[in-house]
């Protein structure tokens, strides 16, 4: 694969990111797993307590165990004040120290529970105080075994650190997101790549000092330990270095979701914010509402939403007074409810809408959703991952009364290619995607206007929104982008063959609007 190289040498931030993110848990996860297994090798209630909790933790999967800690991190802020880190690095650390208790703990409570009795009464013997033992007789005897429920962990933590990116924590699982929206393998590849080469370099480090411990020399365990040491110092300096140089109070964070034209539109505001004299970071692959609501809490910056979305997921409105009025109704619920702000439309809109092959419209009569009601218990329909949960589906159903014979979850990206192979009948597509007309697919009427519309906006948090400098920054591009340029833009990326990155695709984009 073209490119891989420098792809590969690129990520030099996102791995630094995750070097930080994965040392940080795994230390967590030593500092509470050893104390407690001191105290669990004193008490069966507290072993039978301690391993049947992180056994627990261990059943959640990893990507649901760190999106739960974003509400409960805004459920604390009542607690702790608006300060307290809900997205990013917080959540990411508490997730993974929680995953990598279990490993930690089961081996040092297993060891400590099978050191010889006649060594341990042989300390008694000569009079060691309980502190004097477990210094000089139970660390030294348990420490191979506990250096192997590290070792495990920390691969562990590593794997499952690429899945902090959902939370807004840049990690090596940026790319692959990244590169698995837009099809981009060479991304996927140089991710995947990045993460395996660096749990096996953790794996060998930790073996050594693993070794070094069980054959009682000082130089193996010594010398693993100060190269971990360094890489992590290495990696804190790398990810630090502009906050010490002061650069990171001018940064902008700009969320992106999950799909081909959230990344190309933050790239072109990003894009923009740069001439500006702006530093950016993006935080790609989140959700409706944690995009939402970090806007809001000043967690991002910026963010680009649709009218449909708000007015479904927030207010929990379900009626459709009309594309101005919803417009409207936003802006002044917006002002009321928090400092943040919707700050304009960027000209498109990019609706929801169930789409066909167009020979198997044909074949089953079905030009609208009345039609597709009639069909629907013979179909599959396929959604992406958040869309059989949102209002707006609920409000679809239960207006039409549709009723499948199987809804399947697809990423945006292959939703269409499911449609062409035939694993979905109909899927609930984006008006603003290019590949809608590239696959000539059908489009259903919805004459009953179940679906709301979906305006593209800037949403500014409130820190943004006081900035007047960056409000001029992004004026130009209110109004500015209509949907044959955002469908041209997101077939861009989307096709399989020329395929453009989201970072030149927003700057053909720019080209073509005029900036």
Not at 392 to 401: K, S
Request: with cysteine; glycine share 8%.
């Amino acid at each position: 694969m073209s490119g891989f190289w420098p792809t590969l040498f690129g990520l030099g931030d996102k791995l630094a990111a995750h070097v930080v993110l994965s040392a940080s848990a795994i230390a967590l996860g030593i500092a509470v797993a050893l104390p407690l297994a001191v105290w669990a090798s004193r008490s069966r209630t507290v072993a039978r307590t301690a391993l049947g909790f992180a056994s627990l933790v261990q059943t959640i999967p990893a990507l649901a165990l760190l999106a739960l800690f974003f509400p409960i991190l805004l459920s604390l802020r009542a607690v702790f004040g608006e300060n307290l880190p809900t997205l990013g690095f917080l959540p990411a650390l508490l997730a993974l120290a929680l995953y990598a208790l279990l490993p930690i703990l089961r081996n040092a409570v297993t060891a400590q529970a099978n050191l010889d009795p006649e060594i341990m009464e042989a300390a008694d013997g000569v009079g060691m105080s309980a502190w004097q033992k477990l210094r000089l007789v139970e660390a030294p005897l348990a420490a191979p075994f506990v250096m192997a429920g590290i070792r495990t962990a920390a691969v562990w933590t590593i794997g499952a650190a690429t899945l902090s990116t959902t939370i807004g924590q840049p990690s090596l699982g940026d790319p692959i997101f990244a590169g698995l929206q837009t099809q981009n393998w060479v991304l996927v590849l140089a991710g995947c790549f990045a993460s395996a080469a660096l749990a096996l370099a953790a794996d060998l480090l930790l073996g050594l000092i693993e070794r070094g411990f069980a054959l009682r020399r000082r130089a193996l365990w010594l010398g693993g330990m100060v190269t971990v040491s360094l890489g992590v110092g290495a990696a804190l300096f790398a990810q630090f270095a502009p906050v010490w140089r002061g650069e990171a109070r001018d940064t902008i964070v700009i969320a992106a979701k999950s799909f081909s034209e959230q990344y190309i539109l933050a790239r072109l505001i990003g894009q923009r914010l740069e001439d500006a004299g702006y530093r950016v970071e993006y935080r790609d692959g989140l959700g409706s509402a944690v995009v939402h609501r970090a806007v809001t809490s000043g967690a991002i910056d910026i963010s680009v939403d649709y009218t449909g979305t708000l007015w479904a997921n927030e207010l929990g409105r379900d009626d459709n007074p009309g594309r101005e009025a919803m417009y409207r109704e936003l802006v002044d619920w917006k002002a009321r409810t928090s400092d943040a702000r919707i700050f304009g439309r960027l000209g498109f809109e990019n609706a929801y809408a169930f789409a066909m092959r167009s020979d198997r419209a044909r074949e089953l009569g079905v030009a609208s959703l009345t039609d597709l009601a009639r069909v629907a218990p013979r179909l599959t329909v396929g959604g992406d991952p958040e869309f059989f949960e949102r209002p707006e589906w609920i409000a679809v159903r239960d207006a039409y009364g549709l009723r499948f014979a199987e809804m399947r979850n697809f990423s945006p990206t292959f939703m269409y290619d499911a449609l062409q192979s035939g694993e979905a009948d109909v899927i609930s597509a984006y008006t603003s995607d290019g590949r809608i007309a590239a696959d000539r697919l059908t489009v259903l009427a919805d004459p009953q206007e179940a679906l709301p519309s979906y305006d593209a906006l800037i949403v500014l948090s409130p820190k943004a929104s006081r900035d007047d400098r960056l409000r001029a920054a992004l004026e130009p591009l209110l109004g500015a982008i209509d949907v044959a340029r955002m469908q041209a833009a997101n077939y861009a990326v989307d096709r399989t063959e020329d395929k453009r990155t989201p970072d030149r695709a927003a700057e053909e984009l720019a080209d073509a609007i005029g900036l």
